[in-house]
């Protein structure tokens, strides 16, 4: 698929068919992760699968916003492993990660799934849920199947280029 049209598809999939994710489209979706650019080739991303039941059901503790996703992908960051900007000491793992995020969500959208990047969850529980150390940064939720529903209206509303944009 020409990239601007897989840019074009993808959407955030709020409902999503009780159908598992096979193992070769993980591991696609992984790989897709794993070529990331991140900040000096640290790569500090780190990602907790959650494919059982039990464990996709302690999110819901964590998130009002699970949405049954069949897949989740607990997304974040080493501290201790990402670059750190001398200057201003902004750490780049939550650059490395989103960028990370959104190579995994273009490839499942490739392969026929959808996904929702779930930003609202409480950390402390996350963390305490799945036994994550303490320099561990949760980033983000990625939920991830086959959709049971149609992209929303505003999926399609863009903003015009010249709007986000200050050519000199």
Request: charged content about 25%; hydrophobic content about 40%; overall charge neutral.
């Amino acid at each position: 698929m020409d990239f601007l049209e897989l840019a074009k598809e993808r959407y955030s999939c709020r409902d999503y068919q009780d159908k598992p994710v096979e193992d070769d489209k993980l591991n696609s979706i992984l790989t897709a992760c794993q070529l990331t650019p991140t900040a000096c080739n640290k790569f500090p991303l780190r990602i907790v699968v959650l494919k059982s039941a039990t464990e996709r059901e302690k999110l819901k503790e964590c998130t009002k916003f699970p949405f049954n996703a069949p897949l989740v992908l607990v997304c974040g960051y080493d501290q201790e492993v990402a670059w750190t900007r001398k200057n201003d000491q902004m750490n780049y793992g939550i650059v490395d990660t989103s960028l990370g995020m959104m190579n995994m969500m273009l490839e499942a959208t490739n392969l026929g799934l959808a996904t929702c990047f779930v930003g609202v969850f409480n950390e402390t529980k996350v963390k305490e849920a799945y036994n994550l150390a303490a320099n561990f940064k949760v980033v983000g939720l990625l939920m991830l199947g086959y959709p049971a529903d149609k992209p929303a209206e505003m999926h399609n509303i863009r903003p015009v280029i010249q709007d986000f944009t200050n050519i000199k």
